[in-house]
């Protein structure tokens, strides 16, 4: 009997909008093994991870380290697995170099066939094409509320939101001004922070000021 490893994963978004939980991927991959005669002999997940970075997923690390010569690594979908097409191809490459499959159940890939090994690859290319498309899409949205003073983020330090627009606060613009001063005289970031701290100017909500949220303001300001 061949054998396989599953693979799993479910960020917060992913669950909320695909309800693809890590309960039916295990399922769904445990009913596939059955039907094609293949031993399931281990399954990994990342729970709650997402899955712009292959390096932060202990459980993709294991399961890769698991698939052996002449196993299958199955998971329920390739956004599973990678969300770029370079990761995606360096795990195919890596499976490659061990001797094992990739399987992924939604787009019926199996690496075993010519066909199969293209088919990933196209898919590959396309699920990132479709991302740049959504990350384009959304700046745009974003330079739009900008352009129209709309609020589009965090509210910024020197505005405050009214009905969904950022109005001037005009004590915290001042600061605002004064930061960009002190920035422009040469004062490093950290003692800009300290200036503010014991000068008894609170940050946005009341914290301390520290030299990132310094950087912040300042580079915000170089922006607007």
Known sequence: MNRAVAY??????????????LAAQRAKITAWCQVNDYELVGIFEDAGLSGAS??????LAAAMKAAGKGMALVSYS???????????????D????????????????????????????MLAVLSEF????????????????KAKGEKYGPVPFGFEEVEG????VRLEAKAVAEIC????????YRQ????????????????????????YVINRQAAA
């Open 8 to 21: 799993i994963r479910v960020s917060s978004e992913g669950q909320a909008t695909e309800g693809v939980s």
């Open 181 to 188: 001063r002190m920035r422009q005289s040469g004062l490093p």
């Open 165 to 168: 627009r950022l109005i001037e």
């Open 94 to 121: 890596r499976l490659e170099r061990q001797g094992a499959d990739l399987v992924s159940l939604t787009e019926k890939i199996d690496t075993t066939s010519a066909a199969g090994r293209m088919v990933f690859r």
């Open 78 to 92: 390739i956004s599973r697995l990678a969300r770029s097409t370079r990761d995606m191809l360096d795990l195919a």
């Open 130 to 145: 479709e991302r740049e498309q959504i990350g384009e899409r959304t700046k745009m949205a974003l330079a739009h509320k």
């Open 54 to 59: 292959m390096d932060k997923r202990p459980g």
């Open 192 to 215: 800009i922070a300290e200036k503010l701290n014991t000068g008894g100017i609170t940050g946005k909500r009341g914290g301390q000021w520290h030299a990132s949220t310094v950087r």
